[in-house]
């Protein structure tokens, strides 16, 4: 089943076709080169392969570019900037609900990929780049008879059969170009990819590339893939880029196919996956954070809400909300959920946090209530809106051992703060549920 294609609209009003495919835990824009069409690429089985295995292990998004595809086209007098492409990418990924993903560029695609790196690290987690390199001048910025010659022969025969042979034969996938199968697709893919005119434009702004200036600027993990016998790029080009990129890793694969999805497969998915797979290990390892977590509820509020009657419980609720978010503004908190009576809020300090909880205790008094409270501080996982791992397990057991107006803790919580005016009273050693071990907990008293 073909994913279903959406579109981005950026902020000069160009629409951006773009696809969503997988549900994996990292997110992977796909910067395709050359010309392309994301719901025609599905067609062949091959490239098929190729990006089902990307959305195997990652939540992949894909795209064709403007001027290509089922993206808006531009005129010839209004090419756009390498920097306006970029800007392409980040619409669609804000359109996708992507805050930073693994930027994947290969060919043409690459340049808009290091550039969109070194300009947004924050959302970018990872670069994987295949079979391109910074400057596609190559040495000359004004164009000679050899560039002239592709144009011309784009306006002569592009989208036929005689040009997609050339085309394999020529740079793109020399193990193909006997194929018939892949020749007539080939000439069919890019007559819905690009008009001729399209294809000439495209051409003309890849003569104008390079962003070897931002190379040094790029901070973020980084594969350079490139295959020994590319006939497009050189792996020497290649390696000298991955030598400009700080700290990047180069991975060399036999093959002298320059199409991605053509040649053994296997061996530049199989380094991919693994790079990805690292890369968001780190990414979980740095959205770990240390935390003091905080949980509360009204004590009989079951009991309460019955002798109370909606209308009456609905009010006594808000009032009650309102005394526990001024104090968990107060002591600077975070308030990460709130489920009918109850709260959860994180704090970056266990002063802080059982300050809060003592404050909040005695603020609600005055409403005809009482409510527990559990502290515990540990290392939690910050996932988007969502606070996660065993210390929020931990706080959420300790609250239930609470009885009315009692605030109580962890013995984590009760050594990070010894030394303050509080004073805590031993209630024990305790089970708690689905937790491993027995757990210390003290009741705070001012």
Not at 292 to 298: A, Q
Not at 383 to 388: A, E, K, P, S
């Amino acid at each position: 089943m073909r994913p279903e294609t959406q579109y981005a609209k950026t902020a000069d009003g160009v629409h951006i076709a773009y696809q969503v495919v997988g549900d994996g835990p990292v997110d992977l824009v796909f910067v395709i080169g050359w010309t392309t069409n994301i719901e025609a690429m599905w067609e062949d089985a091959s490239y098929a392969r190729f990006l089902s295995r990307l959305s195997s292990f990652s939540r992949l998004i894909v795209f064709d570019k403007r001027g290509v595809g089922l993206s808006d086209r531009v005129l010839d007098s209004q090419l756009p900037t390498l920097e306006t492409r970029m800007d392409d990418v980040r619409a669609v990924m804000d359109a996708a609900g992507s805050e930073r993903a693994v930027v994947f560029g290969v060919s043409e695609g690459g340049p808009m990929a290091m550039l969109f790196a070194a300009t947004y690290p924050a959302r970018t987690i990872a670069l994987v780049l295949f079979g391109t390199v910074a400057d596609w001048r190559r040495g000359d910025p004004e164009g000679g008879p050899e560039s002239d010659e592709e144009l011309q022969d784009m306006d002569r025969s592009w989208g036929t059969k005689d040009y997609a042979r050339k085309t394999l034969h020529g740079w793109a996938a020399p193990s193909l170009a006997d194929d018939e199968r892949a020749v007539a697709w080939l000439a069919s893919f890019l007559r819905r990819a690009a008009s001729p005119g399209a294809a000439m434009a495209l051409e003309k702004m890849n003569r104008q590339i390079d962003v070897s200036h931002v190379l040094a600027a790029i901070h973020v993990p980084t594969l350079v893939i490139g295959r020994t016998g590319d006939l497009d790029f050189a792996i020497d080009e290649v390696r000298e880029l991955a030598e400009r990129i700080p700290g990047a890793r180069m991975v060399e694969l036999p093959g002298i196919d320059h199409f991605f999805w053509v040649g053994d497969q296997d061996a530049m998915l199989g380094e991919i996956e693994r790079f990805v797979k690292e890369v968001s290990d780190q990414e979980a390892e740095l959205d770990r954070v240390l935390a003091t977590v905080l949980f509360t509820d009204i004590v009989g509020s079951t009991k309460k809400a019955a002798e109370l009657g909606d209308r009456r419980w609905r009010e006594l609720l808000d009032a009650h909300h309102g005394k526990l978010r001024t104090m968990i503004g107060r002591f600077r908190g975070r308030e990460v959920d709130t489920a009918g009576d109850g709260f959860f809020a994180t704090f970056d300090g266990p002063i802080r946090a059982v300050r809060c909880a003592l404050a909040v205790t005695d603020s609600v008094r005055d409403l005809g209530i009482e409510i527990r409270a559990g502290l515990h501080t540990g290392e939690v996982e910050l996932d988007g809106d969502r606070v996660r791992g065993i210390a929020v397990h931990i706080g959420a057991r300790v609250a239930a051992l609470a009885s009315a107006s009692e605030v109580l803790v962890s013995s984590t919580v009760k050594d990070l703060i010894a030394g303050t005016t509080l004073v805590f009273e031993d209630r024990g050693e305790h089970e708690l549920k689905g937790i491993s071990g027995t757990w210390r907990v003290y009741q705070v008293r001012t």
